[in-house]
């Protein structure tokens, strides 16, 4: 009995002593004390807990990508470059360096053969062009090339093969439109950049009546729809962007004919993303084809042409944007813009010299007068018929 009692006291103490706890932890000004020390107990134990998986419904990743046109390496732009010691033209483009090497692709075309100095450098009609040519845009971080064009034949198969091994030395660039081997020729030209699978090929639709040696058709890819289709069939549904380099177009002519238009539209219809083309040496409109990005023609990014409307060309960057949901892929451009660049050069002694390339934008009145007049009338022109691309 004793016993049972002092078992009651103990607990009547006990709950009491719970009750007291309870009544200060409500009422008591310094309960927030209390309060954090409770806090802190329950963050340990949340911490302890297994995360609960949170399903990726929706991932998102881009690619960014810039484009400029011909590299047409005449003679006074290689004289101009040779330091006595080879060739530097680096310092000609790096204006558009400062611009081109935060991109994670970026594309022009190179109009004239790298054949290198050892075969004899030459200029139009039939050019080659030294390999420094090569290395300048490869440490401006262009790493997308077109090899296919009116004068990938100039100098024959001995040139275009040197240009090979030139670029075989840059594993980091993509070529297309021009193989050394059928083995090359039929390996597809495929690429990764932050998750987005690209593919990447280059036609011509001239060949300044110069003909692929029979056989070796894998030199030079001449355009025709069944190519195209074969090409672009086999990559379709291995990747999630398909970009092709076009040499289309007539010469000097700012509209776009009634052929660039037929071509864009069949590849458009297998599918093409983008296609970059380029060789009238002038700008030309930009046109959407449903979802597919066609800019007929960027017009020329370096030569020694003349005219204003012949040392102007463009300069276009857009995001590649691939969207997973529920393991479906879509791919959107996004973030549009047209530029102009512009080659300067300066005549001293009769001789045309200081080769160099601006974006519009930094132009002064002392490097091209009324440049702002000739920015308006080629962006105008560019952008006739598009309204999702801004101006740089
Ligand atoms: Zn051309």
Redesign the pocket.
């Known amino acids: 009995m004793e016993r049972f009692l002092k078992n009651s006291i103990f607990l009547f103490i006990i709950i009491i002593a719970l009750l007291l706890f309870l009544l200060i932890y409500r009422i008591f000004p310094f309960s927030v004390y209390w309060q954090q020390l409770f806090e802190y107990f329950e963050e340990v134990e949340v911490q302890e807990q297994e995360p609960a998986p949170i399903p990726p419904s929706k991932t998102q990743t881009r690619a960014s990508l810039f484009m400029v046109g011909?590299a047409?390496i005449h003679s006074a732009v290689y004289a101009d470059a040779d330091t006595g010691n080879g060739y530097d033209f680096r310092p000609m483009i790096e204006e558009v360096k400062k611009i081109s090497k935060d991109y994670d692709l970026a594309f022009y075309?190179q109009?004239t053969i790298l054949g290198g100095s050892e075969l004899g450098l030459s200029s139009y009609p039939r050019f080659n062009s030294p390999y420094e040519v090569g290395d300048a845009f490869v440490d401006a971080g262009f790493n997308l090339v077109s090899l296919a064009?009116?004068?990938t034949l100039d100098r024959g198969e001995t040139a275009i093969l040197n240009s090979h091994r030139y670029w075989g030395k840059h594993p980091d660039v993509k070529t297309a439109g021009s193989f050394s081997s059928w083995d090359d020729f039929n390996q597809p030209n495929i690429g990764e950049v932050n998750g987005i699978r690209y593919a990447f090929f280059a036609y011509?639709d001239?060949t300044?009546g110069l003909t692929v040696p029979s056989g070796k058709e894998y030199l030079l890819n001449r355009y025709s729809n069944e190519l195209a289709k074969q090409d672009i069939e086999a990559v379709r549904d291995r990747v999630d962007v398909v970009i092709v380099s076009m040499?289309f177009g007539d010469?000097y002519s700012l509209n776009v004919s009634s052929r660039q238009r037929e071509i864009a539209t069949y590849l458009a219809s297998l599918g093409v993303d983008i296609v970059i083309g380029?060789?009238?040496?002038v700008v030309e409109p930009i046109e959407m084809i449903d979802d597919t990005l066609v800019i007929y023609s960027l017009g020329n990014f370096i030569s020694a042409q003349r005219g204003v409307e012949k040392l102007t060309g463009m300069m276009f960057s857009l995001d590649i944007v691939k969207t997973t949901e529920d393991g479906v892929s879509k791919v959107t451009l996004e973030n549009m813009k047209a530029g102009l660049v512009y080659t300067y050069s300066d005549t001293i002694n009769g001789i045309r010299r200081n080769f160099k390339v601006y974006p519009y934008q930094n132009l002064t009145e002392e490097l091209l007068p009324n440049h702002e007049m000739y920015y308006n009338k080629y962006m105008d022109l560019i952008l006739q018929n598009v309204s999702n691309v801004e101006r740089w």
């Open positions: 011909d047409l075309n109009e064009n009116n004068h011509t001239w300044n040499h010469e380029h060789h009238p040496h």
